[in-house]
């Protein structure tokens, strides 16, 4: 199936998706920054849903015409795998030939020892994709393994945020753009 692409639509379908599919409300969950929460958004719900993953990976690709200087999209496993892979599959067809990088959450115990898959060098400029934003903690950790091999964050991109205070200090240091807000997907 072909479909066409347009921004707008699109956005509004992943609201859509992610207000069906991610967002619970009245719960009592630890998040994996450690803070308790009362409302969840399971990223993974709609990242690994075929319409779902297909408009997240065309919008970031949208957002990441803007940073022309990138050249390669990853984050830290297991919430960014699936967005760095369809990104960059789908780059390929828009011309923007964007390569994937993985960051383990430890390094290899095998092997090369390596906690990046993906080729990175130095002076290289990437995008880290994330999931979901809560402090930036996950985003963090694979901004500093990208900058252990010399290359160059530019902006962090990911579906939501849950546009929580504790991330104000990650935002002054860092460039974040999201997709979606938690203000957008609770308005349905």
């Known amino acids: 199936m072909t479909t066409s692409f347009d921004p707008v639509r699109a956005k509004a379908r992943l609201l859509q998706l992610v207000r069906e599919r991610a967002y619970k409300d009245g719960l009592d969950i630890v998040l994996a ?4 929460s ?5 990223g993974k719900k709609v990242s690994l849903h075929p319409e779902g993953l297909w408009l997240i990976a065309k919008l970031l690709l949208e957002k990441l015409r803007q940073y022309p ?12 795998d699936p967005l760095a892979s369809a990104v960059a599959a789908l ?3 828009t011309g923007q030939n964007l390569s994937a990088f993985l960051v383990r959450k430890e390094a290899k ?8 898959e993906g080729d990175l060098t130095a002076g290289q400029k990437v ?16 901004i500093d393994a990208v900058r252990e091999v010399g290359a160059e964050p530019v902006v ?8 929580d205070p504790d991330a104000d200090a990650f935002r002054k ?12 997907i609770r308005q349905g």
């Open 109 to 116: 115990g095998h092997g090369t020892g390596s906690k990046i």
């Open 91 to 93: 780059s390929f067809e």
């Open 69 to 80: 200087e990138v050249t390669a999209v990853g984050g830290l496993t297991i919430g960014a």
């Open 33 to 36: 920054s450690g803070k308790r």
């Open 156 to 163: 962090v991109m990911a579906i939501a945020d849950r546009e």
């Open 127 to 142: 995008a880290i994709l994330e999931d979901t934003v809560t402090t930036g903690g996950s985003a963090k950790k694979a």
């Open 38 to 42: 009362t409302f969840y958004i399971n």
């Open 173 to 184: 240091e860092h460039r974040v753009e999201c997709l979606l807000t938690l203000s957008e």
